[in-house]
């Protein structure tokens, strides 16, 4: 599975924009095949800051998601409503568990 956070930042003349822009791209992206989750989410201690957090598939998902015609709407119109440049991370994800495997009710006690 690959997880993507990308971590933008507007202010409050744009802050419409965003999430108009940030909640279309969701909604398309969540119908691509290969798409497990695509969410938008805002800051509860800085104004204007967003979180998109996509979990995908595989690599070859990802990359056909790069060739929607969505994505290309998003890149364009995503400019004009951030400060600066998005600070984007891939993470390559080999496994995952629940909370009760690693919390104190699980396993590892």
Same mark, same amino acid.
Not at 21 to 29: K, L, M, P
Not at 34 to 49: F, H, Q, S, T
């Given at each position: 599975?690959?997880? %993507? %956070?990308?971590?933008?930042?507007?202010?409050?003349? *744009? /802050?419409?924009?965003? %999430?108009?822009?940030?909640?279309?791209?969701?909604?398309?992206?969540?119908?691509?095949?290969?798409?497990?989750?695509?969410?938008?989410?805002?800051?509860?201690?800085?104004?204007?800051?967003? %979180?998109?957090?996509?979990?995908? /598939?595989?690599?070859?998902?990802?990359?056909?998601? =790069?060739?929607?015609?969505?994505?290309?709407? =998003?890149?364009?119109?995503?400019?004009?409503?951030?400060?600066?440049? +998005?600070?984007? *991370?891939?993470?390559?994800?080999?496994?995952?568990?629940?909370?009760?495997?690693?919390?104190?009710?699980? +396993?590892? /006690?």
């Amino acid at each position: 599975m690959i997880v %993507v %956070v990308g971590r933008v930042r507007t202010d409050s003349s *744009k /802050r419409e924009d965003l %999430v108009r822009i940030g909640t279309a791209v969701a909604a398309a992206s969540r119908e691509e095949e290969g798409c497990i989750a695509y969410r938008l989410y805002e800051a509860a201690d800085v104004p204007n800051e967003f %979180v998109f957090v996509e979990e995908w /598939r595989d690599d070859a998902a990802l990359q056909a998601h =790069f060739k929607t015609p969505h994505i290309a709407e =998003f890149l364009a119109a995503i400019p004009n409503a951030i400060e600066w440049p +998005p600070d984007v *991370k891939f993470h390559e994800v080999a496994g995952s568990r629940d909370l009760a495997e690693v919390g104190a009710g699980g +396993p590892n /006690r």
